[in-house]
């Protein structure tokens, strides 16, 4: 640690300093839960919440989220029912892991696909696993993101979904995250998941968020952890309450020849942020992460990736493609580290921006950073409006201009779309996302 | 059909066309030649509604109406069809269903329904086999990665589609080898008939072998120098165009 003297908790600090207290007192957590919470808020305190110019939050502005008075979600509220079935995904309705307001709902979720493939284990349970337990102390000690502190700090209802050796069940598993809002004042939940892909299995998975009403602050810990040979093809949609914050890192852990293919689509909200940390870990690793923002009136929606290259021979792959209409706002800060050693890595990176107000903002960050020389990296970041010729040849074919807008718009999006591996994700992102596109 | 009188056109301030005055009847072709820079496309791109382009004197009427009071939708669908020197590429925009939808807007516009894919599928197989593309062009993205010459057959496919009143044909030979230059010209000249006009630009009088016009113009530096019957296309081949920059200059 640097020798910098710490400070003092700020007004902001001390209000989720409080309402931790009054987690503990509620809810302590469990077993082996405990210690890693309290290590998780002393990385809290000592990271702080960021200042304007934080490195990791150069363009989302977080002043407003936290001098909210937030209260923890309590109870255990089921979402209406019509609702709930709504928010699952043609072909899920027998792999669907269901979490409300963080909590894992064993009587809302079914898995009767995948028996035989998925165990679910609350994470108190799981921690008997030392790997595991080394693994979460590791995260825990090494955090440098003061929001997913914040959600190890309230550790208690953690899941862990295992997936086994060799499973490859038909089924993609959806991992649905509903937050119930509430009439009353802003609530926090904070999910935390941990997903382990065994040896050579090969699973879909999709994290859905939505929100049954306003008022939310959903601060999500999702886990990926990928064992040899092992082949997940995921997708993150977010689609909250307009007024929610969404906040999600997720870390992705990749052994030997593992592969971990995303695709993510941002409907935007008040804030999102999206935090990914990928970790290459063992020859043969490749990832890939594309992900579509559609963005609109105060929309906003960004992306914070860090791909850390720790092998020889891996790759990786990222492309973002963001429309922003309005006020809407979208980054993406992203940063591949290619690790000393690390020979014949591959990697690549486009992030794409389409503007079509200029009140909309857009910032693009792409970094790399190299300590291997036998390496092949390029990046690049466009923004651009939408292309007049291309709009004078449409209407030359007697297509208006609404339609022509239209359809440049939304094949600018399609593209990360059609890399979805679900169809029924594909199609229904192609139904709602894109519908923000038609004026 | 198309009346253009005394026409000044052009962009952020220059004059580009410099009265331009052309008369065109149903049934008859027009070839408009000249050099590089002299303002060919212009005239096209003027004809065709571009938004950067625009008229400061003179006027153009179109079957009776204004055209320049209309814009490049309401041209199309009036019957103007532009093939373009450079077509645009549109990457993502699959083109068999590009083109339906452009045809689908122009019945729509005559008051007629919309044709399913499956009735549209047969008139574009029909379309592609006359002018020899592959069936695989249909599931492509819009000219995106053709070649030149893939490109302006893909230009004609459309005019085969929308069966335009006025095609301007804008150096649909350039690109092409003699081979696709016989098969694009066949394909343009089925889509003649007594109802309907072309106005075809070319560099070169190679493309006039093909498609006969019954009228040649010479455009220099904004305006139609010269004008004759199919001939002068012959003429104007042996002597070149330098004569037109010493005698303009
Ligand atoms: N988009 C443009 N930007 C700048 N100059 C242009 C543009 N389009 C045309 N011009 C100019 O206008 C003149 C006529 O061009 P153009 O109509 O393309 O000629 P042609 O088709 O006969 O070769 C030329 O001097 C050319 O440089
Ligand atoms: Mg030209």
């Known amino acids: 640690m640097s020798g910098s003297v710490k400070e003092a908790p700020g007004q902001a600090e001390s209000l989720f300093l409080e309402l931790h207290k009054k987690f503990i007192k509620d809810t302590p957590p469990s077993g082996g839960l405990r210690p890693l919470a309290e290590a998780a808020l002393k990385r809290f305190e000592t990271l702080g919440f960021p200042h304007r110019k934080h490195e990791m939050y150069t363009f989302v502005g977080t002043q407003d989220l936290v001098a909210q008075p937030f209260t923890l979600s309590g109870g255990d509220p089921t ?3 019509d609702f709930l079935r709504s928010q699952i995904l043609p072909g899920c309705e027998k792999s669907v892991v269901v979490l409300v307001d963080g909590r894992y709902r064993a009587d809302l979720s079914d898995t009767s696909a995948l028996a035989g493939d998925l165990a679910i284990v609350h994470l108190a349970e799981a921690l008997a696993d030392s790997d595991l337990q080394k693994y979460f102390k590791q995260v825990v ?11 190890a700090a309230f550790l208690t209802e953690g899941v862990q979904l295992a997936l086994k050796q060799k499973a490859a069940p038909e089924a993609p598993l959806q991992i649905l995250c509903v937050s119930s ?6 609530v926090l939940n904070q999910p935390r998941v941990l997903i382990q892909v065994g040896p050579l299995a090969e699973v879909k998975l999709i994290t859905s968020f939505c929100g049954e009403r306003p008022n939310y602050f959903v601060n999500a810990t999702m886990d990926i952890l990928v064992e040899e040979g092992g082949q997940v093809a995921c997708s993150q949609v977010q689609r909250d309450a307009l007024d929610a914050w969404n906040f999600c890192k997720t870390r992705i852990s990749l052994a030997s020849d593992s592969r971990c293919f995303s695709v993510g689509a941002y409907y935007g909200s008040r804030l999102v942020r999206h935090h990914c940390d990928a970790r290459l870990k063992a020859p043969g690793a490749e990832f890939a992460l594309n992900a579509v923002s559609v963005l609109g009136g105060q929309e906003q929606a960004h992306q914070f990736v860090r791909i850390h290259h720790e092998a020889p021979h891996t790759t990786s792959h990222q492309l973002f493609k963001n429309i922003v209409d309005g006020k809407g706002r979208t980054s993406v800060d992203g940063t591949v580290i290619v690790c000393a050693g690390a020979q014949l890595t591959h990697s690549d990176q486009l992030i794409n921006n389409l503007m079509l107000s200029d009140e909309a903002r857009v910032d693009n960050k792409p970094n790399l950073m190299i300590f291997a020389d036998d390496v092949k990296c390029t990046h690049g970041a466009t923004v651009g409006q939408v292309d007049p010729d291309q709009m004078f040849y449409l209407k030359t074919r007697g297509l208006s201009e609404k339609t022509a807008k239209e359809l440049l718009t939304k094949s600018f999006a399609e593209s990360v779309i059609d890399t979805v591996r679900f169809p029924a994700l594909a199609a229904e992102l ?8 038609e004026a | 059909m198309l009346e253009i009188k005394d026409l000044h056109a052009g962009f952020d301030g220059a004059e580009i066309l410099q009265g331009i005055s052309l008369s065109v009847k149903a049934g008859e072709v027009h070839a408009i030649m000249g050099p590089n820079g002299s303002g060919k496309s212009t005239l096209a791109k003027v004809l065709a509604g571009h938004p950067s382009y625009e008229a400061t004197a003179g006027g153009v009427m179109y079957g009776g109406r ?26 993502g925009v699959n083109n068999a269903e590009f083109l339906r939808m452009a045809y689908n807007a122009k019945r729509v516009h005559n008051g007629e329904d919309e044709l399913d894919p499956l009735d549209f599928d047969e008139i574009l197989n029909e379309k592609m086999s006359w002018l020899g ?51 694009v010209a066949g394909g343009v000249n089925k889509l003649r008939s007594p109802d309907n006009a072309l106005i075809l630009i070319t560099h070169y009088q190679r493309l006039l ?5 019954d009228f040649v113009h010479v455009l220099s530096r904004g305006k139609i120098v010269k004008s004759g019957e199919k001939g002068l296309a012959l ?12 005698t303009n200059a």
Request: net charge negative; aromatic share 8%.
């Open chain 1, 430 to 437: 192609k139904r709602s996302l894109l519908k923000k596109l």
């Open chain 2, 66 to 91: 204004n055209l320049l009071d209309m814009d490049a939708e309401q041209r199309a669908l009036e019957g103007i069809f532009l093939g373009f020197q450079y077509p645009v590429e549109i990457p």
């Open chain 2, 209 to 213: 072998e093909y498609i006969q016009p």
């Open chain 1, 79 to 81: 979402p209406d029912g």
């Open chain 1, 181 to 186: 809002g509430s009439a009353a004042g802003p």
């Open chain 2, 133 to 183: 593309m592959e069936v695989k062009y249909k599931n492509r993205s819009l000219n995106d990665g053709f070649s030149g010459g893939e490109k302006k057959k893909n230009e004609i496919l459309q005019m085969a589609i929308l069966q335009p009143k006025l095609a301007v044909l804008d150096e649909t030979d350039s690109g092409l080898d003699i081979d696709a230059l016989r098969v």
């Open chain 1, 141 to 151: 000690d090494e955090e440098n993101d003061v929001f997913a502190a914040l959600n």
């Open chain 2, 235 to 246: 003429e104007l081949e042996a002597m070149g165009y330098d004569w037109l920059t010493t």
